[in-house]
């Protein structure tokens, strides 16, 4: 069959008629590769199907002797069979026996055959099994006949999903489609969810593989290539994307692969082996998604990810499918499974009837993540090729404070997990009961507990929670979820929402942190060697002041009346907190000229997170309001510790004795000014961090809502005097006591301080 095209054409005629014969599931397997054989002039063709177990099993041969069938078999990296479902990627040998891979198995008398081509069965880059044919003499292979096998297999990997070969499978060597299956990722917002998957962007699932008219299919991928380029040439015009950014860089990319020659070539050729135009697109698909499995290079995976996408887009129009699920139709524990999504389509789905959020990327600065946090969706993030793995509707447990995945549970799993969800929402339901109590310990000492927020969605929280006022309003989150800039008037209105919602409470907002891990879609920023050190924040605030003016103006604004906190992330000197006040006066002096109401109090503060500011902590105070201490950052800065990067998480958040004593220092410092001092980093969040704060002499203290409930019972049932002293003698020895944390965790233990 070299070079000719009719071949495979044929070869797939056969099949369909096969396909419609009303035959049990073994003839059927055994009559197709009957037909491979002749087809393909192979003296053997044979079906290996992955089973449960991660084991290859022969399921039809013609050629090989046949008591093999259902007895021979391989794990995956076992024998060529093997690694050819490793690897998702054919193999095209002119002697298999001296290839170092090669895995005799003597039941199946395969001696005799010399050549060997094998392509994987793959169904959206999942690896179901392995097609082979085989000959006795010494021969490679032509290209073409390695693609119609990979064109067969996908009809193949049809049947396996269709659940036909499962009456075939014996106990114990179940197939791969319904078995409990656990992944893993990174926990990215805690909770645990039980629920049914809903595919955010469903696969489309093709059906008509077999073309009956090959001139009128090719006319139809030919017109929907066509209407693709046109959609994204339209999208690249509409106002908000033509003004550029990481928006445009995106859709330019995808223009420039939906107009790839490759691409398109590769698909019409497709369309000549015999399939339909929708089959075509998904063959080629289905390379692209192995290679992009495969792949360890970040970059080519993304663009691998842009094909996939377009195709994904060009099926749709091809079958003239909608895109992502409807929100109404939207079961009611809906554990959502994307590859990524933006804020807004989150936002979209009706957050009662969402259990849990799984993504195969998603990283905690994501802005997808952001929003989940807010919401309190359990979140498990970086969670390799989940869409490939789940169907819609499969049972699926979303563990985020493992990062663990448990799709399709054994009724134990479930029942376990069920008991740890009620578990935990009777502890919400007890830390609901004390919202209405103030924070005050044993021996009579009130504390002031605020929440961190950053969104709307998150001010709810204010009153459930039970809390004093938000500590931490991150202004950035606003604009990192938003697609353009927010104007002026945006913003105040954000703004005013916020103190509306605070009802007298305060709030402090803290000036745009962005830049960093910080993107905002809108500016571009230049790749930067160390961005957690570059040019953010502050810094980018008082040397491109437009921004910042434009944030204060709105705040004032806003707050006009009102009692408005401001404070200023990343300051590493009192000059900049010199200039930033500045900045402030003129916008303050700009009002009075127009006569605008100012706010009735209005206090100046700086986050302490950048570790020079230790050596200057008088002064500074001096110079501010209040300081709230950034302890994320300050230790990150401190201890020389990237705080994104997984691989040294363990070093991350202790609290060794050195950092003990800095923010002692810090809050003693506070004291002799009289300046309040808080501290609104994630180690305030844990009931143990925040023991550890309150020994330190911090008697404010803010965190996410979710924490508020957990942190007021450990101060309801805390000696403060005593942990004082505790601490105190902790920090008095000499020796490297390693974590406090460990010795405050010893102390809530012998004290019944509930942590
Ligand atoms: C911090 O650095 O501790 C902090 C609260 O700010 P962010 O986490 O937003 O950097
Ligand atoms: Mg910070």
């Known amino acids: 069959m070299r070079g000719g095209l009719a071949g495979p054409r044929v070869l797939l005629r056969r099949i369909r008629e096969i396909m419609a014969e009303p035959l049990g599931a073994q003839d059927r397997l055994d009559k197709i590769v009957v037909q491979i054989a002749s087809n393909v002039v192979a003296e053997v063709c044979s079906v290996y199907i992955l089973r449960a177990d991660d084991v290859l099993e022969l399921y039809a041969t013609e050629g090989l002797n046949r008591d093999a069938v259902h007895q021979t078999s391989l794990s995956v990296g076992e024998g060529l069979v093997g690694l050819i479902a490793a690897q998702a990627r054919p193999l095209n040998l002119s002697d298999a026996q001296s290839h170092p891979g090669f895995a005799y198995r003597p039941e199946t008398g395969e001696e005799n055959y010399h050549s060997f081509l094998g392509v994987p069965i793959l169904r959206a880059g999942r690896t179901l099994g392995v097609l082979v044919v085989q000959n006795k003499a010494s021969r490679s292979y032509y290209d073409e006949e390695e693609e119609a096998l990979q064109t067969v297999a996908m009809v193949l990997a049809e049947i396996v999903a269709s659940g036909e070969l499962e009456l075939l499978s014996r106990d114990g060597a179940e197939l791969n489609l319904s078995q409990p299956l656990h992944l893993e990722g990174l926990s990215m917002a805690e909770g645990i969810g039980l629920g049914h998957v809903v595919l955010h962007d469903p696969r489309v699932i093709v059906h008509e593989l077999i073309a009956d008219d090959l001139e009128a299919e090719a006319v139809r991928l030919d017109e929907a290539v066509k ?11 509409r106002d908000d994307v033509a003004k550029g950014g990481e928006h ?78 409807s929100p109404e139709n939207l079961p009611k524990d809906a554990i959502i499974v994307a590859r990524n999504m933006g804020a807004a389509e989150l936002l979209d789905y009706e957050r009662g009837n969402v259990r849990g959020l799984v993504l195969e990327e998603g990283t905690h600065t994501s802005h997808v993540v952001i929003v989940a946090k807010a919401l309190g969706i359990p979140t498990v993030g970086m969670v390799q090729e989940a869409t490939s793995l789940v169907e819609n509707g499969d049972a699926a447990i979303v563990d985020a404070e493992s990062g663990q995945i448990h799709l399709r549970p054994a009724a134990d799993m479930q029942s376990a997990y069920g008991e740890k969800v009620r578990f935990r929402a009777r502890r919400q339901e007890q830390y609901r ?294 601490m105190d003698g902790c920090m008095k020895s000499d020796i490297e006591s390693g974590d406090l944390l460990d010795l405050l965790q010893d102390f809530a233990n012998q004290n019944n301080v509930a942590i």
Not at 227 to 237: F, K, Q, V
Not at 251 to 263: I, K, N, S, V
Not at 585 to 610: C, F, T
Not at 661 to 689: F, N
């Open 227 to 237: 209407l693709l380029r046109l959609s994204i040439d339209d999208l690249l015009l």
């Open 248 to 325: 445009r860089d995106i859709l330019e990319a995808y223009r420039m692969f939906a107009y790839d020659r490759g691409w398109v070539r590769r698909m019409r050729e497709a369309v000549r082996t015999g399939l339909t135009a929708e089959a075509a697109v998904e063959r080629v698909q289905n390379d692209m998604r192995a290679r992009m499995m495969r792949s360890t290079d970040p970059y080519l995976r993304e663009r691998l990810h842009d094909f996939d996408d377009l195709a994904n887009r060009l099926l749709r129009s091809l079958l003239g499918e909608q895109s992502a699920v």
């Open 433 to 726: 009961l004390l919202r209405d109590e103030a924070a005050i310990t044993l021996d009579g000492v009130n504390i002031g507990l605020q929440m961190n927020a950053g969104l709307l969605v998150d001010l709810p929280h204010l009153q459930e929670a039970g809390c004093d006022g938000i500590g931490l309003f991150r202004t950035e989150l606003q604009f990192m979820v938003s697609a353009t800039l927010p104007r002026k008037n945006q913003q105040e209105q954000i703004y005013s929402a916020v103190l509306d919602a605070a009802d007298g409470k305060p709030v402090t907002f803290r000036s745009l942190d962005v830049g960093g891990d910080k993107i905002l879609p809108f500016i571009s920023l230049a790749q930067e060697e160390n961005p957690a050190m570059g040019w953010r924040a502050i810094r980018l605030g008082l040397d491109r002041p437009g921004l910042l003016r434009l944030q204060l103006r709105a705040l004032l604004h806003a707050a006009s009346g009102r009692h408005l906190k401001i404070m200023f992330p990343m300051i590493a000197s009192l000059d900049e907190i010199r200039d930033a006040k500045e900045l402030l006066n003129r916008e303050i002096l700009q009002l009075e000229r127009h006569n605008r109401k100012m706010p009735d109090v209005l206090e100046v503060g700086i986050m302490l997170e950048v570790p020079a500011l230790l050596f200057q902590l008088d002064e500074l105070m001096d110079m501010v309001d209040f300081v709230s201490v950034g302890s994320n950052d300050l230790y990150q800065f401190l201890f020389a510790v990237d705080r994104g990067n997984t691989r040294i998480s363990k070093r991350f958040g202790h609290l060794p004795g050195s950092f003990a004593r800095t923010l002692k220092q810090i809050v003693d410092a506070g004291k002799r000014s009289g300046k309040p001092v808080t501290l609104c980093g994630e180690l305030a969040g844990t009931p143990l961090g925040a023991m550890g704060l309150l020994a330190l002499g911090y008697r404010s203290i803010s965190m996410s809502p979710s924490s508020i409930g957990p942190v007021k019972a450990m101060i309801l049932s805390l000696d403060l005097q005593k942990v004082t002293d505790f």
